[in-house]
């Protein structure tokens, strides 16, 4: 496949970066995925915000503009031949020639980007949903989770645990019980028909799909929907439990820690939300 690094496009078996990129070093930078279905980008310009807005956290200077990105991504995307892709960015804060912890005063940051296959886009459609097991365990990761670093660490241990046990996800639980998010996913929960998932705060990434379907199911107004915090009683007593993320939209959990979800079928609502979340035009 084609990639792009520090402006040029290039066969990915070409790419190289140095050793000493704070990326590889500690894991200093930022990164997105975005969706995009035979060339329709879902929610590109939020992705892109975000990751603004990441590097504005990190202190790292902007290297390219929204717009700069989008020509970028189109022109990826159509060298990679378009069909379903997921569009990987990456900027990290570049190479040093020491390791030191502080930010060094004048590093180039450095940009990368690939495309990867994902399945078509999903359909709210109760013959055709991928379902999902998922396990539980306590968040043990750090408290800034709202910024979608490229140190995932912690992520990849915790869904590991998924893996280990057969299942497709891990959902986490501050050390007071409550719900934050999933390894790679944020999470909503229904019960007798009202959708509710965790506010935004340090503890979770604000997902982009997240924010989509709560715009859908506030414009539609027929479901209703709270932010609010959820214990892990909630979501072991819940009729419906969904994993939203770029690649997956609204994935339902029909399986928690080895016993079923509501009656262990995917919901009535999960069907309404997915159709809702399938019409709008992001
Ligand atoms: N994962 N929470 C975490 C920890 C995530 O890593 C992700 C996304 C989400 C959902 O965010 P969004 O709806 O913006 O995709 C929530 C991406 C896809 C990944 O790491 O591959």
């Known amino acids: ?23 590889f070093l500690f894991g200093d930078g930022i990164y997105e995925v975005v969706p995009s279905y035979s060339g329709k980008l ?9 990751m603004q807005d990441g590097l504005t956290a990190l202190e790292i200077e902007q290297p390219l503009t929204l717009e700069q990105w989008r020509t970028l991504t189109e022109t990826l995307l159509e060298k990679n031949g378009g069909g379903d892709l997921g569009v990987y960015m990456h900027v990290s804060r570049g190479a040093d020639i020491k390791r030191a912890h502080g930010y060094p005063a004048s590093v180039k940051p450095t940009v990368f980007a690939f495309t990867f296959e994902i399945p078509s886009e999903p ?15 306590q968040d043990l990761r750090w408290q800034r989770c709202n910024i979608k ?94 994993l939203t993320s770029s690649s997956k939209e609204i994935a339902p959990v029909v ?21 809702l979340f399938s019409e709008c035009k992001y």
């Open 1 to 23: 496949s084609t990639v792009y690094l520090n402006g040029e496009f290039m066969p990915m078996t070409e790419a190289k970066i140095s050793p000493m990129d704070r990326g």
């Open 42 to 50: 879902v929610g590109f310009e939020p992705h892109i915000r975000r």
């Open 123 to 137: 359909v709210a459609d109760l013959d055709k949903v991928k379902t999902y097991k998922a396990v539980t365990e």
């Open 149 to 242: 670093s490229t140190a995932l660490l912690g992520n990849v241990m915790h869904y590991q645990a998924s893996q280990r046990s057969g299942a497709g996800e891990t959902i986490l639980f501050n050390r007071h019980n409550e719900l934050t998010e999933a390894a790679s996913c944020n999470v909503f929960v229904v019960k007798n028909g009202v959708i509710a998932t965790p506010p935004l705060d340090h503890q979770i990434l604000p997902g982009i799909t997240r924010h989509i379907l709560l715009d859908v199911l506030r414009q539609d107004g027929s479901l209703p929907v709270e932010e609010r915090t959820i214990d892990m009683d909630e979501v072991k007593n819940a009729d419906e439990i969904w």
């Open 255 to 275: 399986e928690l820690d080895g016993k079923p979800v509501g009656n262990g079928k995917v919901g009535s609502v999960w069907l309404a939300a997915q159709r």
